[in-house]
Structure formats: C-alpha cells, structure tokens
T-cell receptor
Framework: EDKVVQSPLSLVVHEGDTVTLNCSYE??????LLWYKQEKKAPTFLFML????IEKKSGRLSSILDKKELFSILNITATQTGDSAVYLC????????FGAGTTVTVRA | NAGVTQTPKFQVLKTGQSMTLQCAQD?????MYWYRQDPGMGLRLIYY???????DKGEVPNGYNVSRLNKREFSLRLESAAPSQTSVYFC??????????????FGPGTRLTVT
C-alpha cells in the first residue's frame, strides 16, 4: 500500500524564523512529488519535483527531492504571517496520494 | 478562464438522501479527480478519471459513484448519504501526457453536512 507521511503535523514559529517541512513516501511507481499550500480554501500548487538533488526555488520557498532515501523537504526562510497555512505533499504514483499535511502558524 | 468550478458550495442532507456534486473545468485537462478532506487527514482520493471515458476508484470509493460526462465535466453522486460522508469535497483537474500527470488545479470545494 502506498504511503505519504508528513512531519511535523503542526508547528508554530515567529516571523523571521526558518521552517523545514518533511515528506517521506513509500510508493511502487513514483513519477513525481508535488507541494501545495492551503489557506482555508482550495490547495494551490507550489512545486513539482521529479529528479533527485535539484532544488526548486520560488522567492523564500525552496524544495528538494531525495529519491534514494524517499523524501522531500520544503523550506521557508524569513517567514511572514502570510505563510500561515497547511502545506500538503502529494506523490504521483499514479494516481496522486496526499499526506495529512503540516499546519504552519507564523506569529507576528 | 474560470478554472475549476464546483456546485453547490454548501449542502445539508438528511441521512438516506441522494445528491450529485457537479464539477467543470475549462483548461482542456485530460484528468479529473474527486477528493474529500476531513480534519487532520489531508486529501483522500475518492475517484479519478485519467482521461475522458475512463474512471477508477481511489482510496475511499465506498458510497460514491462518478460520471465523466465529457472532457470538461466530472460529477460525484452520493446515492444514500450517511453522516460519515460529512466532509469538504474538492474537485481537481490536471494535464496528463504520455502517462505523466502535472500539477492539479482545485475547485473551491463543497461543504457537505449529513444529519
């Protein structure tokens, strides 16, 4: 059975801190790993990763995939209150399977 | 472009009633999906349609049926609603080429309560 596990389940940080979110997976037919951000409504796409060791960056967010150790991390630097959200990891096996999400709360 | 649209936004049903959730996308995507989201459980796949004319069960299909009406529309039907089906339902679509799917675009969700 395919599994996608995210950790931690939740965390609280202060503005300016750096956050590291983890996503580990066990799937039989890996195609890609995707990160989404969900702010009390529909999830929105952040990154898609298919190759190991290639960092994807968008502003203060970055992500990398390790296909040997079967995990990905999402980093958020210099956090702002607008980064408060649930961050979801999905693995396309196919079809896509989601982890439970990590709830990030950024306090001013 | 409207993206992915869902109707209704909210619905309250009594146990045993039936209803159909509608979803449409205007991005010419091949693949469409139905998820449910419950607190602390992320998104769980109910059914998906990899391409027009095909549908497949996801992780939690029991109690649901789907219809891929055409390339744009994918509906989800609850034949006899149960309180355990109280949830937020999201429809999504993605492009799919040569067996590879790209990022999903999600509708705004339907909040369903079954009493």
């Amino acid at each position: 059975e395919d599994k996608v596990v995210q950790s931690p389940l939740s965390l609280v940080v202060h503005e300016g801190d750096t956050v590291t979110l983890n996503c580990s997976y066990e799937v039989t037919n890996f195609r890609s790993l995707l990160w989404y951000k969900q702010e009390k409504k529909a999830p929105t796409f952040l990154f898609m990763l298919t190759s190991s060791g290639i960092e994807k960056k968008s502003g203060r967010l970055s992500s990398i995939l390790d296909k040997k150790e079967l995990f990905s991390i999402l980093n958020i630097t210099a956090t702002q209150t607008g980064d408060s959200a649930v961050y979801l990891c999905a693995v396309e096996a196919p079809p896509p399977g989601f982890g439970a999400g990590t709830t990030v709360t950024v306090r001013a | 472009n409207a993206g992915v649209t869902q109707t209704p936004k909210f619905q309250v049903l009594k146990t045993g009633q039936s209803m159909t959730l509608q979803c449409a996308q205007d991005m010419n995507h091949n693949s469409m999906y139905w998820y449910r989201q419950d607190p602390g459980m992320g998104l769980r796949l109910i059914y998906y349609s990899a391409s027009e004319g095909t549908t497949d069960k996801g992780e939690v299909p029991n109690g649901y049926n789907v219809s891929r009406l055409n390339k744009r529309e994918f509906s989800l039907r609850l034949e006899s609603a149960a309180p355990s089906q109280t949830s937020v339902y999201f429809c999504a679509s993605s492009e799919r080429t040569s067996g590879f799917s790209y990022e999903q675009y999600f509708g705004p969700g339907t909040r369903l309560t079954v009493t």
